[in-house]
């Protein structure tokens, strides 16, 4: 059943991940502003410029560039970018790895600092240390990603060297080492929602008949805690992350610049600035799958955690 | 080249810089240096030099960005480079040359001995073959810096001969255009794609790896003909789009170079230990453009009320904190035919009212002014000229636009007011006088910086000075035509803007010169 589930979604993939291709091609399209002029520069001719359009095929009509676009698509092909002479397919694989890192690494840091606090708040909740805990994430929640990198950055980079003030970093360790402070910053986003929506089912779980009955059963307050609160609260919190995930695909291009990573969201700021169009529809392409197979995992997990949910 | 890109969504507010430079200044960090003067030369030791953005390309010929062209001008050589003053063409890959009497003919001689990074002798074909490329494709950005060039030959191993269509003075500044720097003849054998990822040059570093998008990494080129040159191992340009980020990297002292930094931060930098804060004279002349097509603008009397208006030293405080020089003329005085001594169009309230008043609008009229929306020095800069019209009875409202599409508005003439600027590529007068002055479809065919300004005594005198040869009598030209412009101006000179860098103060010898260049051949670090 999940399988056929799971399969029937990824083949629905086509048309949404087709769609947005769609919308994309034609706004970046009709947004004014030539790519000719981005790579020829303030000196460029009117002679230059009819060459480049003319070498790249943009002075044919916007449906036929589209169609063309997608010939080679089905070949496996999202073209070459204008300005870097290279396919954009190689650019966006070097890429690739920077992004999700981020974006699981994120993931993960926010679950080990959302759940434990959840608990503690959920636990002791009305009491002081919950206020103090409500209070902490309501205040990170208003603050901006790039307010938190910096800060960070002058935290734990300047005032106590512990982690690379940005870049990529060189080999495994290098890259972990730099990716640290980038993931924190998008794991304190994140955090203050997951924590106070987990905070709220957790609070309806344990005052629930179920946990009662399991109290009454004389089960432990951890087992109870583990095996009855956290699992039904979970379920909510699930999709919570799910869609903040989906969200901060977009949000990577705020956190890659300040911490100057060379990930996909960087290269589509550029690339948007530049009218580099194949560039700018081969990324979102890939978000857009990306944002997919996120809010896909996130339904997977959602049926695997509660049995009363068919896919 | 163009300008450097504006990252819209790093939207880092005043507040928060204000916090980080005064947190960063409180730490009393450095970057890991004394501030002692070493006076021996180290060898050895890599750069990280910190830039906005990274390159676009490694063939010259392809480039129009500031990143990549200072990149490149570390791997290839031209025949003649700029004197670190900029004012005049130095040998690089030519050891001298002469001109045949009718002025057609330019011979020059090579110097012998320069080894390509791969070991290969460089020889007269292989320039022949690299300055052939530059206007190959018509749509190349540089074809038109070489357009008077007919033919190239190659006597001997080591002569070069260059005729041109016509007698062409600016031919040896020609050059010593980056996009002419010297490549191996036919690729040395490789194809396109195998070479420019390790592209062979006989400059003094050659290229390790380029990530694209992230860092171009540099090592010692040790083939370099300079002896004892380079004296570092590498440079590594590293793109960090983020001031706050660059300043910050070179601080922790993981950076050795920030260039550009924001101007808001340039004071303060200049007072922290352990930092080098330097501004060098560039060739970036910012304007206010008027477009001739608009019917107030061909009134010169508007043009000029408009110039005489505007508080050039308020803006020069608002947009660059000071750190810049109010323009007297259309000329760059990073090129050798500025005059210092001419006043030309100053802010003057009294004389703008008198201009409009013998205009055809003396009641003014509203007009539209191109900014680049997220660009904060064009917005400042809009406000002001917007504020200081008023008096004039001009209504000016900002048409705010993204910077793709400002360019091409610029280019194409569709704008009424838009903040133009020059910087120069070649280290003579014609390039921009040919850009920014002449009207018509002059060899550029730009229309005086599109703003279809045309002046046939303008774009006879630039003619004139483009075929004679004594540089005074050049000079004398010039002159002339500057003082035409500033009766009768296309645009409003505003300011002049050096090049910022901040750098450790471990390293010594780093020297931009006006068009760019970095010369990191003559740059070493001491431990």
Not at chain 1, 52 to 73: D, H, M
Not at chain 2, 440 to 467: C, M, R, W
Request: aromatic share 10%.
């Amino acid at each position: 059943m999940l399988l056929r589930y799971v399969g029937r979604r990824l083949l629905l993939m086509v048309p949404v991940a087709l769609g947005v291709t769609l919308l994309v091609f034609f706004s970046i399209h009709m947004v004014p502003g030539s790519p000719a002029y981005t790579f020829l520069g303030p000196h460029a001719t009117r002679t230059a410029v009819a060459a480049f359009n003319k070498e790249w095929g943009l002075n044919r009509p916007v449906p036929v560039q589209y169609w063309l676009f997608l010939v080679r698509l089905f070949h496996g092909n999202l073209g070459d970018s204008l300005f870097y002479q290279s396919s954009v397919s190689s650019l966006i694989a070097s890429r690739i790895p920077v992004t999700l890192t981020l974006l699981v690494g994120g993931a993960v840091l926010s679950i080990i600092i959302a759940v434990p606090l959840a608990a503690v708040a959920a636990v002791h909740s009305g009491k002081l240390i919950d206020q103090v805990i409500r209070f902490t994430s309501t205040a990170g929640l208003g603050m901006p990603s790039f307010w938190i990198g910096t800060t960070l950055i002058i935290l734990l980079g300047l005032v106590f060297p512990l982690f690379p003030v940005g870049g990529y970093g060189t080999g495994l360790w290098g890259h972990a080492d730099s990716m640290f402070l980038p993931c924190l910053t998008i794991a304190i986003s994140i955090a203050p929602t997951l924590l106070r929506s987990l905070r709220t089912s957790l609070i309806d779980a344990l005052g629930s008949d179920y946990v009662a009955f399991a109290r009454a059963k004389g089960l432990s307050a951890r087992s109870v805690l583990y095996k009855y609160g956290f699992r039904n609260a979970a379920i909510s919190a699930v999709s919570v992350l799910g869609i903040n995930i989906g969200f901060l695909v977009g949000g990577t291009v705020i956190i890659e610049n300040v911490f100057a990573l060379p990930g996909l969201g960087q290269l589509m700021l550029t690339s948007i600035l530049d009218r580099d169009f194949p560039i700018v529809q081969g990324i979102t392409l890939i978000f857009s799958v990306i944002v997919i197979l996120v809010y896909l995992f996130t339904d997977v997990a959602y049926a695997l955690l509660d049995p009363r949910v068919r896919l | 080249m163009k300008l450097n890109r504006v990252t819209l969504l790093v939207a880092t507010s005043a507040a928060l810089v204000l916090a980080t430079t005064t947190m960063a200044a409180a730490t009393g960090r450095g970057a890991a240096s004394s501030g002692k003067k070493v006076a021996h030369i180290q060898r050895g030791g890599t750069i990280v030099f910190d830039r906005g953005a990274d390159i676009i390309s490694l063939d010259p010929t392809q480039v129009s960005d500031n990143e990549s062209i200072w990149a490149d001008e570390c791997i290839f050589e031209p025949l003649y480079e700029a004197t670190p003053n900029g004012k005049s063409p130095i040998p690089d890959m030519a050891t001298s040359y002469t001109v045949s009497t009718n002025h057609l003919v330019w011979t020059f001689n090579l110097r012998q001995g320069v080894k390509f990074s791969n070991g290969q002798e460089m020889t007269s074909a292989d320039v022949k073959f690299s300055i052939n490329r530059v206007a190959a494709k018509a749509s190349n950005p540089w074809t038109f810096i070489n357009a008077d060039i007919k033919n190239i030959t190659t006597p001997t191993k080591f002569q070069v001969v260059v005729t041109t269509k016509t007698p062409w003075s600016p031919l040896q500044a020609d050059m010593a255009l980056f996009a002419n720097g010297v490549i191996p003849n036919n690729l040395a054998g490789e194809t396109p794609a195998v070479f420019w990822a390790h592209p062979i040059g006989t400059g003094p570093f050659m290229v390790k790896q380029w990530i694209k998008g992230n860092s171009l990494d540099l090592v010692k080129n040790p083939h370099y003909w300079q002896p004892g040159k380079p004296y570092l191992d590498g440079v590594n340009f590293v793109s960090v789009p983020d001031d706050n980020t660059r300043l910050l990297q070179l601080e922790s002292g993981s950076a050795q170079i920030d260039e550009f930094p924001a101007w808001s931060q340039v004071s303060e930098l200049k007072s922290k230990p352990g930092i080098t804060m330097s501004l060098f004279p560039s060739s970036w002349t910012q304007f206010l453009g008027f477009n001739e097509q608009i019917k107030y603008f061909k009134d010169v009397h508007v043009r000029l009320a408009i110039s005489y208006a505007i508080d050039r030293a308020a803006i020069v405080k608002a947009v660059l904190f000071g750190h810049g020089t109010v323009a007297n003329s259309q000329v760059t005085p990073a090129l050798w035919d500025y005059n210092p001594k001419s006043p030309g169009v100053q802010y003057n309230l009294a004389s703008a009212k008198k201009q409009m008043a013998m205009s055809k609008y003396p009641k003014g009229f509203s007009v539209k002014l191109l900014v680049g929306s997220g660009n904060q020095n064009e917005l400042t800069m809009g406000q002001i000229v917007q504020s200081e019209l008023l008096p004039l009875g001009i209504k000016v409202t900002l048409q705010e636009v993204n910077g793709a599409q400002e360019t091409t508005l610029q280019d194409d003439s569709e704008f009424q007011m838009s903040f133009l600027y020059d910087t120069t590529d070649i280290i003579d007068p014609d390039e921009l006088m040919t850009f920014a002055a002449a009207g018509g479809s002059g060899a550029q065919g730009t229309h005086a910086e599109f703003t279809n300004y045309d002046n046939p005594e303008v774009n006879k005198l630039i003619t004139e000075a483009e075929h004679i040869f004594p540089q005074a009598q050049r000079q004398k030209l010039y002159n002339q035509i500057q003082l035409i412009l500033d009766q009768d101006p296309p645009m409003a000179y505003l300011f002049y803007q050096p090049f910022a860098y901040a750098y450790s103060d471990n390293v010594h010898g780093f020297d931009v010169y006006p068009t760019g260049n970095y010369h990191f051949e003559n740059v070493w670090l001491s431990k």
